[in-house]
């Protein structure tokens, strides 16, 4: 499959390196141009190419949002339409700008990108995992399957599809609920934001 990664950074670069390990073709980009990443196209071998945000839109069947929230405007719209999204971001105030929406929970920022995207298919994944452990915990041994990610989102088909990536890099796809009703159980103050649980204890968590 063909995976258009925006953001760079921990979380874009560290799901960059699964999915060219798992046969995936991977095309990333970060805000200053592909020239600023040949040392991460280099690592990542043949099957990735950095370029640009839009080129990245354009290239993937799928797509992957790691940028800071406070950015999510500058992701491109027509490139992305009619594909699945995976949206890894939280909002931090701090770093991010004040956002009222969100600080009176009226909405999610995972809606927020869905809004901006509004043709695409949004998912919310791999916000709740550091990105150290989403690096190191399915390579620690047998254990590999048991760790849970979860997922939230709107749309069947792509939830399936961030499953099925979920699944091939050793981790257990929780599905959370809605964008709406999952993606708060995803948050940053939530019960399950910023651990790595077995999925099984995960799942009891979020009940
Ligand atoms: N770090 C974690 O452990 C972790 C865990 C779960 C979720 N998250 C969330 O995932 C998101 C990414 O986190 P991170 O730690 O990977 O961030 P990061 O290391 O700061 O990297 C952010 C990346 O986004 C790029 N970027 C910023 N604006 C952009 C734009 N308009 N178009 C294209 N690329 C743009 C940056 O490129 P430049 O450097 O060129 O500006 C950089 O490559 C955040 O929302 C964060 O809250 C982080």
Redesign the pocket.
Known sequence: MRIGI?????????LAKYFVSAGHLVAI?????PE?LRDLEADLGYNAEATT?PGAGRFGEVAVV????G?YT??PVAELAGKTVVD?????PQ??GVYPQLDSDDTTSSELLQRHLSSSHVVKA???????K?RDFPRTGGEALLYGVPVAGDDDAAKRCAFDLIEEMGFQPVDTGSLAEGGRKQQPDSSVFGVVLPAEELRARLS
């Open positions: 925006i953001g760079a950074g921990h979380i874009g670069s560290t980009a970060n805000s200053r141009g600023t945000a790691s940028v800071p929230f950015r500058e992701i890894t971001m939280n909002y931090h770093r991010d791999f916000n709740t995992t550091p990105f150290d989403l």
